[in-house]
T-cell receptor, first 114, second 115 residues
């Protein structure tokens, strides 16, 4: 069973517009969430995180929103740039384990069109 | 700053052979993680260490897989004997551990093909 789900395998967005990537989770023990970005032939790179005591965290063009009641989080990228084209993974962990045992979603491939 | 370094980047070998993947974590990081990425199962945690001690190996698929961390700057993941279904990209990651949540930093992976 997939505890972290990214239901959209791919997303295409025009440069300058907003990109919204979604993630759902089923395990109510998860209380720390992260987004990673991955380019081909490279390892995932940490983007932004949020703990369950917050519902929003912002870092530059990237904002993560958490809706605990819906067990849903989303990553907003504004404005989208061609360099944002990559695969984005959402990950979750229980804080009690020091957020070390990450469970990853399957990823969403984002393509930014010029 | 040097990131997590994995070797080799690519490995092609015949089934039944022993395979050893290597990882050098970021200096000063005291947690190390091994992941496997496949099309079917995505990115899954195999095992992780804190201060060179294995903490959770529940993700290790079979006894054919073993991991060691003899010191703070080196870890190996060994598969013996290897099988075609072990073909995947294997990632190593490291992080600081110290009570606060620290993101894991990944190496660029080893692409393993078992023929």
């Amino acid at each position: 069973d997939q505890q972290v789900k990214q239901n959209s395998p791919s997303l295409s967005v025009q440069e300058g517009r907003i990109s919204i990537l979604n993630c759902d989770y089923t395990n109510s023990m998860f209380d720390y969430f992260l987004w990673y970005k991955k380019y081909p032939a490279e390892g995932p790179t940490f983007l932004i995180s949020i703990s369950s005591i917050k519902d929003k965290n912002e870092d530059g063009r990237f904002t993560v929103f958490l809706n605990k009641s819906a067990k849903h989080l989303s990553l907003h990228i504004v404005p989208s740039q061609p360099g944002d084209s990559a695969v984005y993974f959402c990950a979750a962990s229980p804080l009690i384990q020091g957020a070390q045992k990450l469970v990853f979603g399957q990823g969403t491939r984002l393509t930014i069109n010029p | 700053d040097a990131g997590v370094i994995q070797s080799p980047r690519h490995e092609v070998t015949e089934m039944g052979q022993e395979v050893t993947l290597r990882c050098k974590p970021i200096s000063g990081h005291n947690s190390l993680f091994w992941y496997r990425q496949t099309m079917m199962r995505g990115l899954e945690l195999l095992i992780y260490f804190n201060n060179n001690v294995p903490i959770d190996d529940s993700g290790m698929p079979e006894d054919r897989f073993s991991a060691k961390m003899p010191n703070a700057s080196f870890s190996t993941l060994k598969i013996q004997p290897s099988e075609p279904r072990d073909s995947a990209v294997y990632f190593c990651a490291s992080s600081l551990r110290g009570g606060s949540n620290q993101p894991q930093h990944f190496g660029d992976g080893t692409r393993l093909s078992i023929l």
